[in-house]
């Protein structure tokens, strides 16, 4: 089982930045691919973005290409998402997420790992 813990979550204006961080644990030499989603309340679990384990597959989403950042850290067991220029539409909770194969990166129930999630308030 691999373990996930999201954090860096909080309160942030329209315009600004924050980083998220996700911590694995266990068995991450299982994983090949790790994701960020984020879901609203009411709505869906949206793809954000996707790393490989060795970065060679990157993915965005359109609505955050060129404002996010997402990387990993594999001597710390850890995943990172630089969001920049947020904006209001963005409020969500942010989950880590990741997958022991690499299929559908944008699909939610391809993954069989999630942490519990980090909520980002994105202020107007």
């Known amino acids: 089982q691999v373990q996930l813990a999201e954090s860096g979550g909080g309160l942030v204006q329209a315009g600004g930045s924050l980083r998220l961080s996700c911590t694995a644990s266990?068995?991450?030499?299982?994983?090949?691919?790790w994701g960020w989603f984020r879901q609203a309340p009411g709505k869906d679990y949206e793809f954000v973005a996707g790393i490989s384990r060795k970065g060679g597959n990157i993915d965005y989403s359109e609505s955050v290409k060129g404002r996010f950042t997402i990387s990993r850290d594999n001597d710390k067991n850890t995943l990172y998402l630089q969001m920049n220029n947020v904006n209001p539409g963005e409020t969500a909770v942010y989950f880590c997420?990741?997958?022991?194969?690499?299929?559908?990166?944008?699909?939610?129930?391809?993954?069989?790992?999630w942490g519990q999630g980090t909520q980002v308030t994105v202020s107007s």
């Open positions: 266990r068995q991450t030499s299982l994983v090949y691919y």
């Open positions: 997420a990741a997958d022991q194969t690499y299929s559908d990166a944008t699909n939610p129930d391809g993954y069989d790992y």
